[in-house]
C-alpha cells in the first residue's frame, strides 16, 4: 500500500547574505521544498512507497522539483507540469532583527484542480496526508483539497493533517487559515501541530489549554511539538509529554517533516481498523521513532540534504 502526499512543491530561495533584506541582499540559495514535498521525500528516504500530488512549472524549476523526488524514490506519477504557470517561488532572507524578510511568488502549485487530484487511483493507498501550508490560500488547490478529504472519508483512508502555518502567507486571513483548519482537524485521524499553532487554532495561551480543547472537540490521535522539552501526545483523553532527543543542531528545517513522514511511515501497511487499535506503548514507540528522524534532520544544514542520511535503521 501506498502513501500520498498532497500539497505544495516550490522552491525556497534563501538570501545568504546575513542580516540583508531581499532588496538588500545579492546571494541566495535554491532548495526545494514545500511542506507535503518534504515529508514525501521523508518517507520514501526511509523506505516506504509514496505518492506526491502537486503541480509546477513546466520550467526547470518544476523539472527539479520531479527529478529530486525521483532521486529519493518518490512516485512523480501525479506531479503536474504546468504549461501557463511558473513554479511557486518563496524567497527569504533573515534581518537583523531577527524578523524575516519574505516574498511568495505563487505559481503553479495553487493550480492544482479538483479533477486532476480526483483523477487518482487510492485503491492501493492507505494513507492521505494533507499539508496545508499554501492549500487553504484561495486558488484550485484549495477546492482540491476537500475534495480528496472527502473522497478520503467515503473510502475510508486514514487521513493525516499539518497545517504548517505561515503568518507571512496569512497575516491578513488568520481566520480563514483557523476555519479551514478545523475542517481537516474534526475529520482526520492523526495530526501534528506546532506549539504557536495549538494556541492560534484553539484560541488559547497555554499548550495545557490548546491540548485540552484539542482532546474535547477532536477524536483524532495528535502530537503538538515543543521543540528541545519533547512532543505532547494526545491519545484517548489524556496527554503525555514524550522525551526529546538529545543532540546539538545544526538546522531545524524540514525537523517537523521528517517527524511526520517517520511516523506515516511505521503507520503504512496497517488498516485505519488497526491502526485504531494500537495501544498507548505502541504508540509512544511510534511517536519516539518519529523523533528520532526529526532529530536526525536537525544535524544537517537544509531538508533535503538531512533526508539524504534518514534511513529506518535510525529508530533501532
Known amino acids: 500500500m501506498k502513501i500520498l502526499c498532497i500539497g505544495e512543491a516550490l522552491i525556497d530561495m534563501i538570501c545568504t547574505d546575513k542580516g540583508k533584506s531581499l532588496s538588500d541582499g545579492n546571494n541566495f540559495l535554491k532548495k526545494p521544498g514545500g511542506a507535503p514535498t518534504n515529508v514525501a521525500a521523508a518517507i520514501a528516504a526511509l523506505g516506504g512507497e509514496v505518492e506526491l500530488a502537486a503541480k509546477v512549472g513546466n520550467d526547470p524549476f518544476g523539472k527539479q522539483l520531479i527529478k529530486v523526488m525521483q532521486e529519493f524514490g518518490v512516485s512523480t506519477k501525479w506531479m503536474i507540469q504546468d504549461d501557463t504557470h511558473f513554479t511557486t517561488f518563496a524567497f527569504v532572507s533573515l534581518m537583523e532583527d531577527g524578523e524575516r524578510d519574505f516574498v511568495f511568488n505563487r505559481g503553479a502549485d495553487g493550480e492544482l484542480t479538483h479533477d486532476e487530484v480526483d483523477a487518482i487511483h487510492l485503491d492501493d493507498v492507505s494513507i492521505i496526508h494533507f499539508g496545508s501550508a499554501t492549500g487553504f490560500l484561495p486558488g484550485p488547490l484549495q477546492a482540491a483539497y476537500l475534495g480528496l478529504l472527502h473522497k478520503a472519508l467515503q473510502k475510508n483512508i486514514f487521513i493525516s493533517f499539518d497545517p504548517n502555518y505561515r503568518h507571512l502567507l496569512f497575516r491578513n486571513n488568520v481566520q480563514s487559515f483557523i476555519d479551514q483548519s478545523w475542517k481537516f482537524l474534526t475529520a482526520c485521524h492523526f495530526f501534528k ?37 519533547g512532543t505532547l501526545f494526545g491519545f484517548q483523553g489524556t496527554t503525555t509529554i514524550i522525551p526529546s532527543i538529545a543532540i546539538k543542531p545544526v538546522d531545524t528545517t524540514g525537523a517537523g517533516d521528517a517527524f511526520v513522514g517517520a511516523v506515516l511511515y511505521q503507520l503504512n501497511n496497517q488498516s485505519l481498523d488497526s491502526i485504531q487499535h494500537l495501544t498507548l506503548a505502541e504508540w509512544t514507540g511510534i511517536i519516539t521513532n518519529g523523533n528520532k528522524a526529526g532529530a536526525r534532520t536537525c544535524e544537517y544544514m537544509g531538508a533535503m540534504e538531512a533526508f539524504k542520511h534518514l534511513n529506518s535503521q535510525i529508530f533501532g
Open 193 to 229: 501541530l506546532s506549539d504557536e499553532e495549538a494556541m492560534l487554532l484553539t484560541g488559547t495561551n497555554a499548550v495545557a489549554d490548546a491540548a485540552a480543547v484539542l482532546l474535547e472537540k477532536t477524536s483524532a490521535v495528535f502530537t503538538i511539538t515543543l521543540g528541545k522539552e
